[in-house]
């Protein structure tokens, strides 16, 4: 058999999204939306092998004792995009199941397993995710991955990277095998937002609130949002599936991020709050169409730069949600258009 000779470049694969009406179950391609992709990786249709124990008595590993584990992988895989309005809000719905802005998260968040199971086709908070040209198949050119659910996602800007836009990466996890197809996509849309920049920032709007809006020079913040997710068993023994019954979060949100700041008077205001226990609020916005409430952060130990021009100061932050979840109080909110 001859060596074969089609190949793929990197530069021609193309990401598209929709969401499933079904988790695991693939829609029709009217709800393809391709994103402003700069970064991406696509995971392999494998699952790794496992070994029983060894025999005493023998000093070699059998055949028989190898098992691909089938039933209990999360593939992941992460994708970078530009910081559109739809890549925001992607990360927002994929993340804490709301796509429209203004997004929270609020302090009395439940999972909704129901959005996550298998056998419930009513409002799935899934996704398809295909690498149009991802594959090794002259034919099955694309990488198919159904039942994908975000396990958190990156927010970030900085003066000095990518002209100061807002970049987005969303990491991504499904329960369900990834697969290999030769759809060609006839009818699509393309996300054609604009994405914010850090030049855009309202300074009078922007900084960290101990007391007072200490308005401070920012070069650089970052805001994350992460949860673990795991799959739950699998509902069938197909050879080359196993697919899970559904998806369950385990444990809490982890919302964390840091600001990156000239050394100025505005941050020697900010002193008491790096140990007097005492949350701060910390508000990122433009003047319209685009603004990142965090209400209650602690401030943790900062770090101070003396490598540039003039010293910087990074200050890391852990938004926590309100005590009271009588009542529902926000604990992140986006807004963005």
């Given at each position: 058999?001859?060596?074969?000779?089609n190949?793929?470049?990197?530069q021609n694969?193309e990401?598209?999204?929709?969401k499933e009406?079904?988790?695991?179950s693939?829609?029709?391609d009217?709800?393809?939306?391709k994103?402003?992709?700069?970064?991406?990786s696509?995971?392999e249709a494998?699952?790794?092998?496992?070994?029983?124990?060894?025999r005493?008595?023998?000093?070699?590993m059998?055949a028989?004792?190898?098992?691909?584990?089938q039933?209990?992988?999360?593939?992941?895989?992460?994708?970078t995009?530009?910081?559109?309005?739809t890549s925001?809000?992607?990360?927002?719905?994929?993340?804490f199941?709301?796509g429209?802005?203004?997004?929270?998260?609020n302090?009395?968040?439940?999972f909704p397993?129901?959005?996550?199971r298998?056998?419930?086709?009513?409002s799935?908070n899934?996704f398809?995710?295909?690498?149009?040209?991802g594959?090794a198949?002259?034919t099955?050119?694309n990488?198919?991955?159904?039942?994908?659910?975000?396990?958190?996602?990156?927010?970030?800007q900085?003066?000095?990277?990518?002209?100061?836009e807002?970049?987005?990466?969303?990491s991504?996890?499904?329960?369900?095998?990834?697969?290999?197809?030769?759809?060609?996509?006839?009818?699509n849309?393309?996300?054609?937002?604009?994405?914010?920049?850090i030049?855009?920032l309202?300074?009078?709007?922007t900084?960290?609130?101990?007391?007072?809006l200490?308005k401070?020079?920012?070069?650089?913040?970052e805001l994350s949002v992460?949860r673990?997710i795991?799959?739950?068993?699998y509902?069938?023994?197909?050879?080359?599936?196993?697919?899970p019954f559904g998806?369950a979060m385990v444990g809490?949100?982890?919302v964390?991020?840091?600001?990156?700041?000239?050394?100025?008077?505005?941050?020697?205001d900010?002193?008491a709050?790096?140990y007097?226990s005492n949350?701060?609020d910390i508000?990122?916005?433009?003047?319209?169409?685009?603004?990142?409430?965090?209400?209650?952060?602690?401030l943790?130990?900062?770090?101070?730069?003396?490598?540039?021009?003039v010293?910087?100061?990074?200050?890391?932050?852990t938004?926590?949600?309100?005590d009271?979840v009588?009542?529902?109080?926000?604990?992140?909110g986006i807004?963005i258009?």
């Amino acid at each position: 058999m001859s060596q074969a000779q089609n190949y793929f470049p990197s530069q021609n694969v193309e990401v598209f999204y929709q969401k499933e009406a079904t988790p695991g179950s693939q829609p029709d391609d009217t709800g393809l939306t391709k994103l402003q992709t700069t970064s991406f990786s696509i995971p392999e249709a494998s699952v790794p092998v496992e070994y029983s124990a060894q025999r005493a008595g023998h000093f070699t590993m059998t055949a028989s004792q190898g098992h691909h584990s089938q039933g209990t992988k999360m593939w992941t895989f992460d994708t970078t995009l530009r910081g559109t309005p739809t890549s925001v809000l992607l990360a927002t719905e994929a993340v804490f199941e709301d796509g429209s802005s203004e997004a929270a998260l609020n302090n009395d968040y439940v999972f909704p397993t129901a959005s996550y199971r298998v056998d419930s086709p009513s409002s799935a908070n899934t996704f398809e995710i295909r690498f149009i040209n991802g594959g090794a198949d002259a034919t099955n050119h694309n990488m198919v991955c159904q039942g994908c659910v975000a396990t958190g996602f990156t927010l970030t800007q900085d003066i000095g990277s990518e002209g100061g836009e807002l970049v987005c990466t969303i990491s991504w996890a499904t329960g369900f095998q990834p697969d290999y197809s030769g759809d060609d996509i006839s009818s699509n849309s393309y996300d054609e937002g604009t994405p914010k920049n850090i030049r855009s920032l309202d300074n009078s709007a922007t900084g960290i609130n101990g007391g007072a809006l200490e308005k401070l020079v920012i070069q650089s913040w970052e805001l994350s949002v992460t949860r673990s997710i795991e799959r739950i068993s699998y509902a069938d023994t197909t050879d080359g599936s196993f697919a899970p019954f559904g998806y369950a979060m385990v444990g809490g949100f982890e919302v964390t991020g840091s600001m990156t700041a000239i050394r100025n008077d505005d941050i020697h205001d900010l002193l008491a709050k790096f140990y007097d226990s005492n949350t701060v609020d910390i508000n990122i916005a433009e003047s319209s169409n685009f603004a990142i409430a965090l209400d209650k952060c602690f401030l943790n130990e900062p770090s101070i730069d003396n490598g540039g021009a003039v010293l910087t100061e990074t200050i890391p932050f852990t938004v926590v949600a309100a005590d009271n979840v009588g009542s529902t109080v926000k604990m992140l909110g986006i807004t963005i258009a």
